[in-house]
Nanobody
C-alpha cells in the first residue's frame, strides 16, 4: 500500500478552507484505518484526525474539532481532510497515513504502517 497527498495544500487566508486528498495505490486500502498528521515550523509531528476502515468512526485532536472533517471513499481508495475556518496555527506540512490498528490509538502512538509524502498548508493573510 502506498499513500500520497495528491492535492489540496497551498496558501489560504485565515478563515478560509482547503480540502486535502490522499490516494492509496495497491491492494487493501479498506483494510486499514487512516489518519492525518501535521508538523508545523519548529514543532514535532502531531496527530490531527483519524477514520476507521469503514468510515463510521472518526477521531480528532481538540484544536480542530468542529473545523476539520476526515472522511474516506473506499471505492476510490482515497481519504480526505476538509479543513474549514483555518487559523495561522494550522500552518504545517500535512501527512496522510494508514495503519492496521484501530484509529483510536493513533493519537497516542503515531507509528503508522504507511506514510504519504506530505503537503504544505500555509494559513496567512
Amino acid at each position: 500500500l502506498r499513500c500520497s497527498c495528491r492535492r489540496g495544500g497551498g496558501l489560504v487566508q485565515p478563515g478560509g478552507s482547503l480540502r486535502l486528498s490522499c490516494a492509496a495505490s495497491g491492494r487493501g486500502f479498506s483494510f486499514y484505518g487512516m489518519g492525518w498528521f501535521r508538523q508545523g515550523p519548529g514543532k514535532e509531528r502531531e496527530f490531527v484526525a483519524a477514520v476507521s476502515r469503514s468510515g463510521d468512526s472518526t477521531y480528532y485532536r481538540d484544536s480542530v474539532k468542529g473545523r476539520f472533517t476526515i472522511s474516506r471513499d473506499n471505492t476510490k481508495n482515497t481519504g480526505y481532510l476538509q479543513m474549514n475556518s483555518l487559523e495561522p496555527e494550522d500552518t504545517a506540512v500535512y501527512y496522510c497515513a494508514a495503519d492496521n490498528r484501530h484509529p483510536r490509538y493513533y493519537s497516542r502512538d503515531a507509528r503508522m504502517d504507511y506514510w504519504g509524502k506530505g503537503t504544505l498548508v500555509t494559513v496567512s493573510s
